[in-house]
C-alpha cells in the first residue's frame, strides 16, 4: 500500500506515552492501526444503523437471548481451554471442526 506523509496535532503526553511503548520507528505504525479499528468501529455503527432503519429496534427479549447464547458461547470456550473434557462435561457442545 503506498503511503504519504501527513501533519496530524495530537496531545503532546499521549503521542510520548505511545512513543514510549513503541519506539520511534513504530509510532505510524500504531496510528495507522488505530484509525483503521476507528474505521472499522464506524462502518460497524452504520451497518447497526442501517439495520434497525430495516428491521427496527433490538427487543429486550431478542437481547436476552442474545446474551444468553453469548454467556453459553463463552462457558464452551472456556471449558475448550480448560482442555481434555468430552462434549458432555461442555453441556452436550461438540468442539468446533
Known sequence: MATKKYTVTLPE?????????????SFSAYVTRAIERQRERD??????DWM???GGAVT?????AAEAE???AERH????EAGGRDA???GGMPLAG
Open 13 to 25: 503526553e499521549l503521542a510520548e506515552e505511545i512513543r514510549g511503548e513503541v519506539g520511534p520507528g
Open 43 to 48: 462502518r460497524l455503527g452504520e451497518l447497526v
Open 52 to 54: 434497525q432503519e430495516e
Open 60 to 64: 429486550e427479549e431478542e437481547m436476552a
Open 70 to 72: 453469548l454467556r453459553e
Open 77 to 80: 470456550f472456556a471449558a475448550n
Open 88 to 90: 458432555s462435561d461442555r
